[in-house]
């Protein structure tokens, strides 16, 4: 077994370098396969608190947002105030790009929010505003004022997104452990493809049907994951 470039691992023999990448493989198997239940298990639960959430009625009228378990909560703030950050990254060749994020700070009640919003919103809403909010215990998972409408994970949605994202590379390393460690650069090609696999595993799983525009983007992540990997593996011959 050769290293990238041909180059083979210094000082050792070829029995030595097998012996070492057959441990190897066999510790990735060790981390992956535990790992792999471990998320099946989680991936059922948090499911199930996900679809227990998106289908919860709306709570009747002067329920409290504090003490609201099976329903959504409706209550009504205002926006205090709005920003926006500017944050650069500079890759190897000198270029720089540039993300900017807006926030908007909501009170309602004797509770006081910062919540990540689109441009739009950040441009036409105002400091004093009404915004109509809704909760989910706890957690405010959509708010309206201005005309727009800006949408929120809750901390169940983004554990759900995460045992599937984390379960996806588990099984990318199962299967570079089983069929060889030259194959590890696909790994990045197989990083692209957990987009798509996220959204039909949500489709599957009845939480989110995609539509035209949900399966466009699972058909044009998965075309480029797969030609990453193909890209990925003529240069490794």
Not at 48 to 56: H, I, L
Not at 76 to 93: A, Q
Not at 193 to 211: D, E, F, K, R, W
Request: charged share 20%; aromatic share 10%; glycine share 12%.
């Amino acid at each position: 077994m050769y290293l990238r470039g041909g180059r083979r691992f210094r000082n050792l023999s070829r029995e030595q370098e097998r012996a070492l990448l057959a441990v190897v493989r066999v510790l990735m198997l060790a981390v992956a396969v535990p790992g792999l239940f471990l998320c099946v298990d989680h991936i059922g639960d948090t499911a199930y608190a996900v679809a227990r959430q998106w289908r919860a009625p709306t709570c009747p009228v002067g329920t409290s947002w504090r003490t609201a378990e099976d329903c959504v909560a409706e209550v009504t703030g205002e926006v205090l105030g709005l920003g926006k950050s500017v944050s650069c990254t500079t890759d190897s060749n000198g270029s720089q790009s540039c993300t900017t994020n807006y926030t908007a700070r909501v009170r309602f009640g004797e509770r006081t929010e910062s919540l990540g919003v689109g441009k739009a919103f950040y441009d036409d809403v105002e400091r004093g505003d009404r915004a109509e909010l809704r909760l989910w215990r706890g957690d405010v998972v959509r708010m309206t004022a201005g005309g727009h409408v800006e949408r929120f994970f809750t901390t169940t949605e983004l554990a759900s997104a995460g045992w599937l994202i984390l379960g996806w590379v588990l099984l990318g390393l199962a299967w570079v452990a089983v069929l060889g460690l030259r194959l590890f650069p696909l790994l990045g090609g197989w990083m692209v493809l957990s987009i798509p696999y996220v959204l039909v595993a949500y489709n599957v799983l009845g939480l989110n049907p995609m539509g035209v525009l949900g399966w466009s983007v699972a058909g044009v992540f998965t075309v480029a994951g797969v030609w990453a990997m193909a890209a990925t593996r003529a240069a490794l011959r």
